[in-house]
């Protein structure tokens, strides 16, 4: 009778599953792959209402994308529906962004055609903070470095008129091949070359600021970083991660040669002083230059191509997580062959961004013939199920195949391009591009048919909403 009545009271109960409450399972399905989360979904009425529901998709991009994505997307009228002013449809958003496959390119003009302009340059840098673009050096024609900077003020939302303004600070030095990356709201760079050919290793913070009377200012001041540095450098690769450091890899150092060394900086709190120490790991990814690196998912940088020590264009792909105890490089490898156009891939002078979906969009760039490319890549480095194993173990050319992706490009149409620069608002999904190498017509005093630009363009995630 005891047995019958446990029997009677298990089975009224129903599995222990369906006894969770809707909390816990929620926080449950954030640690699940979506794979996963479909199939739960799949399984009872129930579990597919909450598997479905608006709040948990926007969770799960936030997990996925970074909250900043997710923050401005909210803000952007765009991605709300027309015909009733709603939440955004997160699970809708979520699947178009993972089968991204187009973007659409617009020349930004400018209001008034009388307005001073930046001059057209290459290797200099660019970025977008506190909801402006800055400009800063560059080299120009001549083999000469810039030391100018230049604003233009973006917003919330997408704009296809944009006016520069000139901003003198009279520091940094000028020079091309620096790199420069946005910290909470600063500004810091890093090393460069200048006319004479001259590496730098020097440090500075920049902070925008703006004035309803004195207009828009931009202040540098030399950051304390000790006795320990970086050896000097140009053409290196450089990102932020988490808000809280810098990461710097490679380049040109002195006499010419290629390095491969791995340092970071660590900033106080109040960005008046900072800390670099070297990574050293093994293996680690070959010296080089003209390379790219970007972080994603908050703390995992991807280390993408350049130019080795022979001169040899590179195609390999390198991952390295700094929120693991043990810091190591770990190569992902695949076959180009195995990618539809992956023939293409190996390049030099490109620009890697993180966008909208936390993947790596790779634009431009030229290969070791000097040709340059005007083609868009995506590199989901999540399409391998574990960094941790090399990809060759996994015998998986189909995975491996999906790790690539070539995105068809419609609108205007800008000439080929290396050593440009791009950045990103902060939704992710707004790539704005500027400046770089661009093949020419050759005048008869001239020895080469190589250029200097000095275009802007948008190119917008196509997202079909």
Known sequence: MAETSSSSRSSSNGSPMTNITQDHLFAILLLLPIDSILSFAMTCKRFRALASSDALWESISRRDWGPNSVDALKKSSNLLFQHQQQQLPWMRLYKHVSQLDSVSLHKLTYPDTHLALPRPRASHS?????????????????????DDTWVAYIGKDFQKILNWQKVNSGIPSG?????????CDFLVLFGGINDNGSRQNDTWVGQLTCHETLGISLSWRLLDVGSVAPP????????????????????IGLNGLRMGDTWVLELTENFCSGEWREILTCPS???RS???????EGTKIVLFGGRGLGYEVLNDVWVLDISESYLNWVQILYELPNIPEGVSLPRVGHSATVILGGRV????????QRHKRDDFWVLDISANPSITVQPSTLNSARLLAKMWKRLKAIGHKPKCRSFHRACTDDSGRYLYVFGGMVDCLVQPAESTGLGFDGELFLVELLLQL
């Open 175 to 183: 020079r091309f091949g620096h790199t420069c990356v946005v910290i």
């Open 290 to 296: 003209g390379h790219s690196l970007t972080c994603i």
């Open 285 to 287: 990814p070959a010296a």
């Open 126 to 146: 660019l970025n977008f903070v506190s909801d402006y673009l800055v400009l800063f050096g560059g080299g120009c024609e001549g083999g000469r470095h810039l």
């Open 361 to 368: 969009l790779i634009y431009g760039g030229e290969d070791s």
């Open 232 to 251: 000097a450098r140009g053409a290196h690769a450089a990102c932020s991660i988490d808000n809280r450091l810098m990461l710097v890899h490679g380049g």
